[in-house]
């Protein structure tokens, strides 16, 4: 019986001795189950210490009693689990800071928002102290610049607005004579341009706009003269070659192109000359090939395009002869392998179609041997995996597919023992939550559902 208590000498509580057999404490109303060494809660596993209640026939913690209950009201769950455990404390009230109040988050970390107003309001005095401490002076007055005045930023220090303006106003005079120290004269006239006067600039210089206009006037006439004594005088007229005239360059020569044509009209006899000297004969019938003949390059040389058709007409024989030279044997018939017969390679030879194939249905016990020597072996069974056998590749290796079946077969065995050895045990029953069982997950345990709706 689980209610068998064992003889204690003295209650834990109040130090009263207890009688043998005794339930309860006669001095405070002490359980006599908590007395005994070790005993510890069902639902929480740390020894009973404290308040305590008889559930069934084991002790509970009242708390841990109370907050199973609690746990049935399914508006208490997620309050309990994460507003209980996970809520952060607020740094006025040291109070949790809970999901449905209202809350800020300052500085990292979160506050009630009553707390935190009110922290606010006792800081204003502080705040106007640390403003007056880094505020910046103006330039102009040497006055400090309030938060809400109005202010301009110049050369990295902060202004007043009206302070500003005013300084600006003061210094019209100082801006001109900076700018009559800082004007550039004219490479032209030798004067200053002033802001207002027309400029260009031509390499990198500024100029007067009427200045440079003459300069570029006077650079024309000069460049016209220069022209005039550069000038190349025509071979054929003997007159210079104007810019504006077309031209044509022959010999190294600028010729007008009227006296070039003109004079390449009086020389057919000599260019037909020339034509002849260099004109190159026909290899095959010996004549040279005129400017205006059909002709073919063949081998580096010009030929008469009908000469060289004949040519290649008579040379058919010859070509046949070279082929019978270069043919290849069969090393099935031992005859040549024709221009036009089907072919095969292997073996890095030629082989007639037929011839091979004919060869390939021949060796079938060859060929089963090299499999067996080539089969791999299944990882299971330790057999030759035949090439007609039924396969699977799993690990980078083959097997019988019967034999990964029913290896699989004993793994999923396995895994199931496993599974069973790290069952979970319901703080209702003290049972096995067995993998297939209906169960229901409060605050972080598993139990059986009806052990927790009767609990």
Known sequence: DALNIRTMQNCSKCKTKLAQGA??????????????????????????????????????????????????????VRQYDIEGHNAESCPGCSQKVLKNQEQIINAGKQWHKPCFEATQQQKPLHNNQID?????????????????DEQIINAGKQWHKPCFEATQQQKPLHNNQIDARNRENCPGCDRAIGRNDEQIINAGKQWHKP????????????????????????????????RGEERIVAGGKEW????????????????????????????????QIGRNDERVVSGGRQWHKTCHEATQSQRPLADNRIDQ????????????????????????????????????????????????????????????????????VSGGRQWHKFCHDKTNNVNRDYTSNVAQGNVERCPGCRNELLKNADKIVVAGKEWHRDCYSQF
Not at 226 to 241: K, L, M, Q
Not at 260 to 287: F, K, M, S, V, Y
Not at 339 to 344: A, L, M, S, T, V
Not at 357 to 386: H, K, M, V, W, Y
Request: aromatic share 4%.
């Open 23 to 76: 339930r309860f404490c006669t001095g405070c109303g002490t359980p006599a189950q908590q007395q005994q060494t070790g005993a510890a809660c069902p639902y929480c596993s740390k020894p009973l210490a404290g308040d305590s209640v008889l559930v069934g026939a084991e002790l509970w913690h009242l708390k841990c009693q109370e907050a199973v209950k609690s746990f049935k009201q399914p508006q208490n």
């Open 132 to 148: 007056a401490r880094n505020r910046e002076n103006c330039p102009g007055c040497d006055r400090a610049i309030g938060r809400n």
């Open 211 to 242: 200045c440079f206009e003459a300069t570029q006037r006077e650079r024309q006439l000069h460049d016209n003269q220069i022209d005039a004594r550069n000038r190349e005088n025509c071979p054929g007229c003997s007159r210079p070659v104007s």
């Open 256 to 287: 007008h192109k009227p006296c070039h044509e003109a004079t390449q009209r009086q020389n057919p006899l000599h260019d037909n000359r020339i034509d002849q000297r260099n004109a190159e004969q026909c290899p095959g019938c010996g004549n």
């Open 325 to 392: 030279r270069n043919a290849e044997q069969c090393p099935a018939c031992g005859n040549q392998i024709g221009r036009n017969d089907e072919r095969i390679v292997s073996g890095g030879r030629q082989w007639h179609k037929p011839c091979h194939e004919a060869t390939q249905s021949q060796r079938p016990l060859g060929d089963n041997r090299i499999d067996e020597r080539n089969a791999e072996f299944c990882p299971s069974c330790n057999g030759p995996i035949g090439k007609f056998e039924e396969k699977t």
